[in-house]
């Protein structure tokens, strides 16, 4: 089955080592997803590095969800990797990327995910994964300029 891939770009006008040290912190994953997933960290640091394992719950569709993630790749303050090693994703890598610019921050996001179930995978992902993975990518993003913003475009 075929991997999807979720690519993002905003730009804080924030200085990279802030805006790096927000992403470094596992409680604000919860401030960055809908309330209606009722995202909670159950265990894991306070302050992610290379190797660390964070345990989440999580509602989806009103099903109960763990999910396990791993800091595979950390290089502070520009860029880390977090994969799922167990959840509901067949395949769930995310890219972090930390780029300075025009007096503040791209942040970048590429996220290549696969779900389980083969063609009934498939089917979820065309019915309502992949609207709903958009939606939380636009809270997200809204939610990174209400924290540490503003979001604009960059000058020049």
Do not use: K
């Not at 303050?77 to 890598?93: H, I, L, N, S």
């Not at 791209?106 to 696969?114: G, I």
């Amino acid at each position: 089955m075929a991997d999807y891939i979720l690519e993002s770009r905003v730009w804080l006008a924030r200085a990279r080592p802030e805006v790096f040290a927000f992403f470094a912190e596992s409680a604000n994953l919860v401030l960055l997803t809908p309330p209606s997933f009722g995202l909670r960290v159950v265990a894991g640091p306070q302050a992610l590095s290379t190797g660390a394992v964070v345990d989440l719950r999580l509602s989806w569709l009103g099903v109960p969800v763990r999910w396990r993630t791993f800091i595979r790749e950390w290089d502070p303050p520009f860029r880390f990797v977090d994969v799922q090693v167990r959840g509901p994703y067949a395949r769930w890598e995310h890219r972090h990327q930390f780029l300075e610019a025009h007096g503040g921050t791209w942040v970048e996001d590429r996220v290549t995910y696969r779900l389980p179930l083969g063609p009934l995978g498939r089917l979820a992902h065309g019915l309502c994964v992949r609207r709903q993975i958009a939606a939380m990518w636009r809270y997200r993003t809204r939610r990174l300029g209400e924290l540490i913003g503003p979001l604009s475009s960059p000058a020049g």
